[in-house]
């Protein structure tokens, strides 16, 4: 009858752990090693290489066939007498038995490794995931700030927007006042469009090339000063109104300054 391989022996060498057919090695350490593993070692030491016995009897090592020939089974007990067979019985199950119970060891031994290798990494994942946990929720919150950052920008950019609009509506209401205003002048005093290259027209007009100034700087009335003749330049002499300047440029100033001496 063929042997299922889950009731074959398995090489005692740690890192061969082959399951056992054929020929092996039996010691009477309750041992036992593949073909190749104890062909070696006993080649080399009369010692288990398992436990380090030293097997130095005649029966310590013996090398038996895992699956013998029925004619091997017909006549390796023929023979002896009922209780030696069942002693040499007894002691063959015994080693067995003891192989299988350590076998379980070693198996409830490699189990205990893995849980506890499990264990371990379950723990290293678990704080990989707090600190990821963390992080993501540092970022959602910087996300957010983010946002709400974005969000009041956008706000402030609007009312900039608004607050440029408003300017372009003053800019071209007063550009549109001082257009009327300059016809207005031309209109009544046409004189004057002829003395636009003179210094003193330059001033004047100088006033209101800057829209942004002051709006009653542009709206303020024209003021006649009184003056002699002796003081008018000869160029002038038809000049009649003497308009106020404030914030005249300084070499408008002297100009005027120039034209209009003081006492
Ligand atoms: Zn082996
Ligand atoms: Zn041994």
Same mark, same amino acid.
């Given at each position: 009858m063929a042997a299922c391989d889950e009731d074959l022996l398995l090489c005692n060498i740690g890192r061969c752990r082959a399951r056992l057919g054929g020929c092996a090695w039996v010691t009477s350490c309750s041992h036992i090693f593949c073909d190749e593993d104890g062909s070696r070692e006993f080649h080399k030491a009369m010692k288990c290489p398992a436990c380090g016995t030293i097997l130095a009897g005649k029966f310590d090592i013996i090398r038996i066939d895992i699956s013998p020939t029925e004619e091997y089974k017909a006549m390796v007990l023929a023979g002896l007498r009922p209780d030696v067979i069942m002693e040499i019985c007894s002691r063959a199950l015994a080693f067995w038995t003891y192989q299988i119970h350590q076998e379980r060891l070693y198996q409830d031994y490699m189990l205990g490794k893995a849980q506890n290798r499990i264990s371990h990494i379950e723990k290293h994942f678990e704080q990989q995931l707090e600190t990821r946990t963390t992080e993501v929720s540092a970022l959602k919150r910087e996300v957010g700030n983010l946002r709400r950052e974005l969000e009041q920008s956008r706000r402030r950019?609007?009312?900039? =927007?608004?607050?440029?609009?408003?300017? #372009?509506?003053?800019?071209?209401?007063?550009?549109?006042?001082?257009?009327?205003?300059?016809?207005? =002048?031309? =209109?009544? #005093?046409?004189?004057?469009?002829? /003395?636009? /290259?003179?210094?003193?027209?330059?001033?004047?007009? /100088? #006033?209101?090339d800057h829209p942004f100034g002051s709006t009653e700087r542009l709206l303020r009335p024209f003021s006649p000063i009184p003056y002699s003749s002796h003081q008018v330049p000869a160029d002038n002499q038809d000049f009649v109104l003497n308009p106020v300047v404030p914030g005249c440029p300084s070499n408008h100033a002297q100009n005027i300054n120039h034209f209009f001496p003081k006492f």
């Open positions: 950019c609007g009312e900039v =927007t608004e607050r440029l609009m408003d300017r #372009n509506r003053q800019q071209q209401k007063l550009q549109a006042q001082f257009d009327s205003l300059r016809r207005r =002048t031309s =209109t009544l #005093n046409p004189r004057r469009d002829r /003395g636009q /290259g003179s210094p003193r027209a330059h001033c004047y007009l /100088g #006033n209101f």
